[in-house]
């Protein structure tokens, strides 16, 4: 890697971490208000980019064959990056959506990590089995092979339920209409679109072999009868 990119990297490093400061400064001093939820939900996008960010300094430095990154995916990805991360962050700092709060028990948020903890599991170990394969858009690599071992082997798409554990877990931290449903509402959506189109691309890619692992598999559910 070149020296520009190393320095760019640390830079982006540099600030990410003071975001993440300033972001956990502001959720304790509005503990009183948005409960231990905030920070449970801090922590576990905290777990999430710890586990993403070592797959995405690979995957740049990996050749690809072929994207299906289009318009409609990068705005479905930024409609992601808005509900899962920035409306729920700045609602937390800054009570932005307060209006659409609503009480819950103190004791309530602490039942989101039942799904956040298989969830984080599920997000380590898709990642894991993906390998070099892994993309952040719909992309064929050069030398991509068809993975059908580990978590791969009853679900095909793992991740997607691995983040709909960890958005459904966001919900039950964030006692909030709309900074706890963002997360889920714009995923829910980038994957109805997203994987009729990454199952087309698996196929045309892969051809029968991906048509004999689809009949063993779930999309989100493992298929428990082979
Ligand atoms: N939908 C999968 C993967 C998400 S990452 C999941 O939810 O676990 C997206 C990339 O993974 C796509 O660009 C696709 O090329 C690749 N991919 C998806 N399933 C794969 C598989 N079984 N083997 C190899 N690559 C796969």
Redesign the pocket.
Request: without cysteine; hydrophobic residues 35%.
């Given at each position: 890697m070149s020296d520009e990119n190393t320095k760019s990297d640390y830079r982006s490093a540099i600030i990410g971490l003071l975001v993440a400061a300033a972001l956990l400064g502001a959720f304790i001093w509005r503990l009183p208000v948005n409960g231990w939820g905030s920070l449970l939900w801090f922590a576990v996008m905290a777990g999430m980019s710890i586990i993403r960010i070592p797959h995405e300094q690979k995957a740049k430095k990996l050749a690809t064959n072929e994207t299906r990154q289009g318009r409609v995916e990068n705005l479905l990805l930024l409609g992601v990056t808005l509900g899962a991360a920035l409306i729920p962050a700045i609602h937390l700092a800054t009570g932005l959506f307060g209006f659409a709060d609503y009480p819950v028990p103190a004791h309530w948020p602490f039942l989101g990590l039942l799904l956040a903890a298989p969830g984080l599991w599920l997000f380590y170990r898709?990642h894991a089995d993906?390998g070099k394969?892994?993309?952040v858009?719909?992309?064929?690599?050069k030398d991509?092979?068809?993975?059908?071992h580990g978590v791969?082997s009853r679900i095909?798409?793992?991740?997607?339920?691995a983040i709909f554990l960890l958005y459904t877990a966001q919900a039950v931290f964030i006692h909030n209409w709309i900074a706890g449903l963002s997360g889920l509402m714009t995923f829910g959506l980038m994957y109805l679109i997203r994987?009729p189109i990454?199952e087309a691309?698996?196929r045309e890619q892969f051809g029968q072999a991906y048509d004999e692992?689809c009949s063993g598999t779930g999309r989100l559910w493992p298929k428990l009868s082979k």
């Open positions: 898709s993906l394969n892994w993309s858009s719909l992309e064929i690599r991509h092979g068809l993975i059908t791969y095909r798409h793992p991740m997607y339920t994987a990454e691309m698996m692992y």
